[in-house]
């Protein structure tokens, strides 16, 4: 049990559909991230968030947006996505600032965009 | 340019091998180092932390080496749930990013 949560675990949709991605940590963290996993390559830092506060946006498409009502709420808005945003989205907490702290990550949503 | 490079294998070994696996590190001034392992289509999960004068946990010893900046992972006495794919990740310290390498496969068969 990882303690973060994420729904749904999986998700088809049309690239013309709008759809969101929840995340919820039950750890008391202050920090949560969001990453892709794409085949064959490494995780990829999208967005990062401290005390709910947007701290790094690393270059992603405005089609992805993300929203973090409190620290425990982390949203992922998607639109007008493309096929090689097909991927795994992992959510992650942290205690603080991951530089010192380890990450705990969601089981992920598998996204499939046709 | 690949900031942590792994051997992205995969190792193929026998239950009760004993397998190492190094990862090395471009930037100089990353100063916190983890371990986390992955199964197939699952997240990854913290295995361990890496400190500076190496630590073990049961079956499995992380070592670091700064002047030659790598980490190693050891596993003594394979076992078949230990197959995974094994991620290098190392961080600076008071910066949200961690890097993660692309991971180093292992197979432990019967």
């Known amino acids: 049990e990882t303690g973060v949560t994420q729904t749904p675990r999986h998700l088809v949709m049309g690239m013309t559909n709008k759809k969101s991605l929840k995340c919820e940590q039950h750890l008391g963290h202050n920090a949560m991230y969001w990453y892709k996993q794409s085949a064959k390559k490494p995780l990829e830092l999208m967005f990062v968030y401290n005390f709910k506060e947007q701290t790094e946006n690393n270059s992603v498409p405005s089609r992805f947006s993300p929203e973090c009502p409190n620290s425990s709420h982390l949203f992922l808005h998607l639109h007008t996505l493309q096929p090689e945003d097909s991927a795994l989205y992992l959510c992650?907490?942290?205690?603080?600032?991951?530089?010192?702290?380890?990450?705990?990550f969601g089981p992920g949503t598998r996204l499939t965009v046709t | 340019r690949k900031e942590v490079e792994q051997d992205p294998g995969p190792f193929n070994v026998p239950e009760g091998a004993t397998v190492a696996f190094n990862c090395t590190y471009s930037n100089s001034a990353s100063q916190s180092f983890f371990w986390y392992r992955q199964d197939c289509r699952k997240e990854p999960k913290l295995l361990m932390s890496v400190y500076s004068s190496g630590n073990e946990d049961g079956r499995f010893t992380a070592q670091l080496n700064r002047a030659s900046q790598y980490i190693s992972l050891l596993i003594r006495d394979s076992k078949l749930s230990d197959s995974a794919t094994y991620l290098c990740v190392a961080g600076l310290r008071g910066y949200s990013t961690l890097t993660f390498g692309k991971g180093t496969m292992l197979l432990v068969s019967p």
């Open positions: 992650a907490s942290s205690q603080d600032l991951a530089g010192s702290y380890e990450q705990y």
